[in-house]
């Protein structure tokens, strides 16, 4: 079972150490590194001894490197990773474990002994579990100073907020310190004041309902733990739980890239279920996504759907390829009732980020270098900023009504697709 490279690094102590690891992501660094079921070692060549480097990544991962740095996984371990991430050739299968990992591996064993089997995976999850509930603390704290001092300060502060930021990272809450520096990036930007305020309302109310982890139900604790960046992959989802077989169609996807790791978010929808599920899939570098879910692609199977209050990931179960025509189910006939079906998601979990809208018989219109789109009850909502504008959907439209897919956030729609004569075309 090999991790995703979102997965991995994740398990980078900081940022710094993920940054330092992406140099020797490179088979000529290594030699005869090998890769046995769910165990990897290798050596990591230096000019004098090389660093004898291992790392078992099963639902207990442990981690071995010879180097002096103490903080594990380090920069070789973390580099070991993504090597085999990417699906390197460089690995080799089939060899015996050397002395020195035999050895490595006894030692954990001798270790584990001592207490019962699930021990050690409690104790790690509850001692991560303690520096997210500390940090989601000091950062209800670190709010109130900001908003005491007032807004208009935060402007001369960047290095306060970064320091922060790396705080949060040191408690385990990767995911906040980002969001937290998207914020500060916003500051000074048109009408920035508005949209910042919004935002550290949203970091308020998650470091509120940390405060309470311990009594809220297990969805909404995973909700929390999603917002701050502890993700359950694919592998560890419930078996048997959340799953829902329906015939579904692929509503288009949108790309985008974060440092060095692409993101791809697809929607699709049930025929019969109208459900909609989110499949997120990440790359590295420039690597390539390992499946394809192009627009209009119609696939029979099952979707296991990841614990939540208003369930929207999915990872595809079991499909097989489908030809036979496809009813796309209703959409909002107009905006109205797309507002009450957010409010209803956002009441459920109220850090929802992208609501899937699929609106029937709209009129997408330019109106005083404004997009726009217009309803059958001619109320309208703005479209996402967009430097290329969304003259190809204006032309597929031609005045006409057609029906749109997107993500709506509250304030704008993200289109992704259109629907025409039950054809769907992509727009991103």
């Given at each position: 079972?090999?991790?995703?490279?979102?997965?991995?690094?994740?398990?980078?102590?900081?940022?710094?150490?993920?940054?330092?690891?992406?140099p020797l992501v490179h088979?000529?660094?290594?030699?005869?590194?090998?890769?046995?079921?769910?165990?990897?070692?290798?050596?990591?060549?230096?000019?004098?001894?090389?660093?004898?480097?291992?790392?078992?990544?099963?639902?207990?991962?442990?981690?071995?490197?010879?180097?002096?740095?103490?903080?594990?996984?380090?920069?070789?371990?973390?580099?070991?990773?993504?090597?085999?991430?990417?699906?390197?050739?460089?690995?080799?299968?089939?060899?015996?474990?050397?002395?020195?990992?035999?050895?490595?591996?006894?030692?954990?064993?001798?270790?584990?002994?001592?207490?019962?089997?699930?021990?050690?995976?409690?104790?790690?999850?509850?001692?991560?579990?303690?520096?997210?509930?500390?940090?989601?603390?000091?950062?209800?704290?670190?709010?109130?100073?900001?908003?005491?001092?007032?807004?208009?300060?935060?402007?001369?502060?960047?290095?306060?907020?970064?320091?922060?930021?790396?705080?949060?990272?040191?408690?385990?809450?990767?995911?906040?310190?980002?969001?937290?520096?998207?914020?500060?990036?916003?500051?000074?930007?048109?009408?920035?004041?508005?949209?910042?305020?919004?935002?550290?309302?949203?970091?308020?109310?998650?470091?509120?309902?940390?405060?309470?982890?311990?009594?809220?139900?297990?969805?909404?604790?995973?909700?929390?733990?999603?917002?701050?960046?502890?993700?359950?992959?694919?592998?560890?989802?419930?078996?048997?739980?959340?799953?829902?077989?329906?015939?579904?169609?692929?509503?288009?996807?949108?790309?985008?890239?974060?440092?060095?790791?692409?993101?791809?978010?697809?929607?699709?929808?049930?025929?019969?279920?109208?459900?909609?599920?989110?499949?997120?899939?990440?790359?590295?570098?420039?690597?390539?996504?390992?499946?394809?879910?192009?627009?209009?692609?119609?696939?029979?199977?099952?979707?296991?759907?990841?614990p939540a209050v208003y369930?929207?990931?999915?990872?595809?179960?079991?499909?097989?390829?489908?030809?036979?025509?496809?009813?796309?189910?209703?959409?909002?006939?107009?905006?109205?009732?797309?507002?009450?079906?957010?409010?209803?998601?956002?009441?459920?979990?109220?850090?929802?980020?992208?609501?899937?809208?699929?609106?029937?018989?709209?009129?997408?219109?330019?109106?005083?270098?404004?997009?726009?789109?217009?309803?059958?009850?001619?109320?309208?909502?703005?479209?996402?900023?967009?430097?290329?504008?969304?003259?190809?959907?204006?032309?597929?439209?031609?005045?006409?009504?057609?029906?749109?897919?997107?993500?709506?956030?509250?304030?704008?729609?993200?289109?992704?697709?259109?629907?025409?004569?039950?054809?769907?075309?992509?727009?991103?």
């Amino acid at each position: 079972m090999l991790w995703t490279t979102r997965d991995i690094a994740q398990l980078a102590p900081d940022p710094a150490t993920l940054e330092r690891a992406r140099p020797l992501v490179h088979a000529r660094r290594w030699q005869s590194p090998v890769a046995i079921d769910d165990l990897l070692w290798g050596e990591f060549r230096t000019p004098g001894d090389p660093y004898l480097v291992a790392a078992r990544i099963s639902a207990m991962p442990a981690f071995y490197c010879s180097c002096p740095v103490k903080r594990k996984p380090c920069k070789h371990v973390l580099a070991l990773l993504l090597l085999a991430a990417q699906g390197s050739d460089a690995f080799t299968t089939g060899l015996e474990a050397p002395e020195w990992v035999s050895a490595w591996l006894s030692r954990m064993q001798r270790k584990r002994g001592k207490t019962s089997a699930a021990a050690p995976e409690v104790a790690t999850s509850d001692k991560r579990l303690a520096a997210m509930q500390a940090g989601a603390a000091d950062l209800l704290t670190w709010l109130h100073q900001q908003i005491g001092q007032g807004l208009a300060a935060a402007e001369g502060r960047h290095e306060e907020w970064d320091r922060f930021a790396a705080r949060l990272v040191d408690a385990k809450m990767g995911s906040i310190a980002r969001r937290l520096r998207l914020i500060h990036a916003a500051i000074g930007a048109d009408n920035w004041p508005r949209t910042v305020l919004h935002e550290l309302a949203d970091l308020y109310l998650f470091a509120r309902a940390f405060s309470q982890y311990d009594q809220l139900p297990s969805a909404m604790q995973q909700e929390l733990l999603s917002f701050a960046g502890v993700n359950i992959r694919k592998e560890d989802l419930p078996a048997g739980e959340n799953i829902l077989a329906d015939r579904w169609i692929s509503l288009g996807r949108r790309q985008y890239a974060e440092d060095q790791l692409s993101v791809r978010r697809t929607w699709l929808v049930g025929e019969q279920s109208g459900q909609f599920a989110l499949l997120l899939d990440f790359a590295w570098g420039n690597n390539d996504f390992e499946q394809q879910w192009p627009a209009g692609m119609a696939l029979e199977g099952t979707m296991a759907f990841y614990p939540a209050v208003y369930p929207q990931r999915a990872a595809i179960q079991t499909f097989h390829l489908s030809d036979a025509p496809f009813q796309i189910p209703e959409g909002n006939a107009h905006f109205e009732a797309l507002f009450d079906n957010y409010s209803g998601a956002l009441a459920a979990n109220p850090w929802l980020s992208a609501f899937p809208a699929l609106i029937d018989r709209v009129i997408p219109v330019l109106h005083e270098s404004r997009w726009l789109l217009v309803d059958p009850q001619n109320r309208h909502i703005p479209l996402a900023p967009s430097e290329a504008g969304y003259w190809p959907l204006l032309a597929l439209s031609g005045g006409r009504p057609l029906s749109i897919f997107g993500e709506w956030n509250g304030a704008a729609l993200l289109p992704i697709s259109a629907v025409a004569d039950q054809r769907i075309v992509a727009l991103s």
